[in-house]
């Protein structure tokens, strides 16, 4: 009954750190994603993965890569961190557009 | 213009309260719509789909304008635990796939 599991939970970084946020999904889901969530902002698209072995930009890419490790596994990576990219980021998945998604718990990024 | 616009809030209601809320989208190559949930520091969830018949789950019923462009949901007997953002999602297909969420309505029902 896991669904989408996300780690870590809350994090704060120094400007210029490193950090890569791990996320997993057990529901055989082709598609994962990235969004930021910012208050006033709405849900923001980072990067997607449409299928195991493609990864594609969203709306606000710079700053952030991403791997898909392999269908379960899709992870976020900020190679220099900024306190612009302090923010709530959520992981998710859906089968097909047709089904909506799933969303992990969140992880609560500050950058300082 | 947003492409997906809902109204803010904060709605109030009592208990026991009908509530609707609107959200209207600007293309109309926009193919299919959701109703997602969201409570504070929590992740969205979602409610349920909005097909173009219209469809109800317990309490919550969803409807969809093709012609005006909105989609709408009607809580009934509202309870304490409806407290919580609710989302609007569109997908359309033009210029490319996507998904656009709305900021969200903000809904408070009080006891």
């Known amino acids: 009954n896991a669904g989408v599991t996300q780690t870590p939970k809350f994090q704060v970084l120094k400007t210029g750190q490193s950090m890569t946020l791990q996320c997993a999904q057990d529901?055989?889901?082709?598609?994962m994603y990235w969004y930021r969530q910012d208050p006033g902002m709405g849900l923001r698209l980072i990067y997607y993965s449409a299928s195991e072995g493609t990864t594609d930009k969203g709306e606000v890419p710079n700053g952030y890569n991403v791997s898909r490790l392999n269908k379960r596994e899709f992870s976020l990576r900020l190679e220099s961190a900024a306190p612009s990219q302090t923010s709530v980021y959520f992981c998710?998945?859906?089968?097909?557009?047709?089904?909506?998604?799933?969303f992990g718990s969140g992880t609560r990024l500050t950058v300082v | 213009r947003k492409e997906v616009e809902q109204d803010p809030g904060p709605f109030n209601v009592p208990e026991g309260a009908t509530v609707a809320f609107n959200c209207t989208y600007s293309n109309s190559a926009s193919q299919s719509f959701f109703w997602y949930r969201q409570d504070c520091r929590k992740e969205p969830k979602l409610l349920m789909s909005?097909?173009?018949s219209g469809n109800e789950d317990g309490r919550f019923t969803a409807q969809l304008n093709r012609a005006s462009q909105y989609i709408s949901l009607l809580i009934r007997d509202s309870k304490l635990s409806d407290s919580a953002t609710y989302l609007c999602?569109?997908?359309?297909?033009?210029?490319?796939?996507?998904?656009?969420f709305g900021a969200g309505t903000r809904l408070f029902v009080k006891a």
């Open positions: 999602v569109v997908n359309r297909q033009t210029g490319g796939f996507k998904t656009i």
């Open positions: 529901m055989n889901h082709n598609s």
């Open positions: 909005v097909y173009s």
């Open positions: 998710a998945s859906r089968y097909t557009a047709d089904y909506g998604y799933t």
